[in-house]
């Protein structure tokens, strides 16, 4: 790139490249940090993403085709005793609640797109802009150096995340237990959140596995054999898809809810220099809704929306400008991380009186026309109105 860019990225994650990709289609020039990670351990997230998230990247013609995409027609929640509740697209006659997407092969799509973008240029280290948007996920460095604080709240629970293949299959339904597990260690059983997520397409018996356990628990779970862990899951999850087979190593990270204390500001020492946080850079939460990227691409939509929509003399580097994305988006993400930060302290709440109350409302909730549809639509991204009265 010839002359000094508009705006730098700095993060060639999912939420970065999309943010390249979507202002490049704006005639800006981009320059795109890409700074390879250091882990070389096989990727077993996978990711829902809902009807905007789609949108956003069939415009962009990075959406996935065949087995690398799963449409989710239902969802079921299971409490710790007798309580469960259903909710599906048909509900609103909608084909699909949300897709499952493997994460390499959108992460490749999206690369392959930015190599045939001549408005991006892909560097290895970060440059001088107007804007300099961070995209580094929530370990963020350049958040650090920005003097940016991150307020951590960790959870007393790690995710472990893995593959596996089923007897039976999905059916497109996502499956999600609140239960109890034994630790090691300690004589009272812990809370924990397992979820089996539907992959390898319609018809497919794949599924992605996240368990929200103990930590003690979850590195116990880690090393177990193949076998041992695959029969332990199946009596988790009552043998609803018949025998498992692990298909891929066990990751495992630590779980909090975050959010920046602010998501723009100044760069240090230059007038003409601002940045905007994005993404897990600006905000985490519990994965038991499964909302993370679709919240990071919806940062991305409203960041590009505002710059779209700014005046023809405000300069990309103006705050006035920048505070209206952080207004629009502060709002959405914290009411969201209450959401899934509520949810997982009402069911790690030990006791009969808790159990009884959760579970019951489970049930009333799943007999509830217009709150149940409402909560659809949320799943869905489809809308943000309220139910009716």
């Known amino acids: 790139m010839a002359s000094q860019p508009d705006i730098c990225i700095r993060g060639a994650g999912i939420v970065g490249r999309t943010l390249a990709l979507l202002l490049a289609r704006e005639r800006l020039r981009v320059a795109l940090v890409d700074q390879p990670p250091k882990a070389t351990a096989p990727d077993v997230r996978a990711y829902s993403l809902n009807i905007a998230a789609q949108r956003l990247l069939q415009e962009l013609r990075c ?10 027609h239902q969802m079921q929640v299971f409490g710790d005793h007798g309580g469960a509740l259903t909710f599906g697209a048909q509900d609103l006659g909608a084909g699909e609640l949300n897709w499952m997407v493997d994460v390499p092969v959108l992460e490749a799509r999206l690369a392959a797109a930015v190599q045939f973008q001549p408005l991006i240029e892909v560097i290895d280290a970060p440059v001088a802009a107007p804007l300099t948007v961070v995209c580094e996920g929530r370990t963020s460095q350049t958040r650090a150096e920005l003097g940016v604080a991150f307020d951590i709240a960790a959870y007393p629970q790690h995710a472990l995340a893995t593959r596996l293949h089923c007897e039976l299959p999905h059916g497109g339904v996502a499956r999600q237990w609140f239960g109890w597990g ?16 539907p992959m390898g397409g319609e018809g497919g018996r794949d599924v992605a596995l996240v368990w929200s356990v103990h930590p003690a628990r979850a590195l ?14 199946e009596q988790a999850c009552h043998l609803t898809l018949g025998h498992m087979t692990l298909t891929a190593e ?3 990270w630590p779980l909090q809810l975050a959010r920046a204390e602010r998501w ?8 003409k220099q601002a940045f905007a946080l994005a993404g897990d850079a600006a905000h985490a939460m519990h994965p038991l809704a499964g909302q993370g990227l679709n919240v990071g691409l919806a940062d991305v939509a409203e960041l590009v929306r505002v710059i779209q929509a700014k005046e023809f003399w405000r300069p990309l580097h103006d705050l006035k400008l920048l505070r209206r994305y ?30 009884n109350l959760r579970n019951w409302g489970m049930r009333g909730f799943d007999r509830s026309g217009p709150l149940k ?13 309220p139910p009716a009265a």
């Open 326 to 355: 952080e207004r629009a988006r502060q709002a959405d993400v914290q009411a969201m991380g209450w959401v899934t930060d509520n949810l997982q302290r009402l069911f790690a709440q030990p006791g009969p009186v808790w159990q």
């Open 373 to 385: 549809h409402w909560m659809t639509r949320q799943a869905m991204g489809a809308t943000n109105t």
């Open 264 to 271: 723009i500001g100044q760069m240090p020492g230059q007038p």
């Open 63 to 72: 959406w996935p085709e065949g087995t690398a995409v799963t449409p989710v």
């Open 182 to 197: 034994h630790v090691p260690g300690l004589s009272e059983p812990q809370a924990d959140i397992l979820a089996l997520l």
């Open 250 to 252: 066990r990751a495992v």
């Open 220 to 233: 116990q779970l880690q090393a177990l054999s193949a076998e041992a862990f695959a029969q332990t899951l």
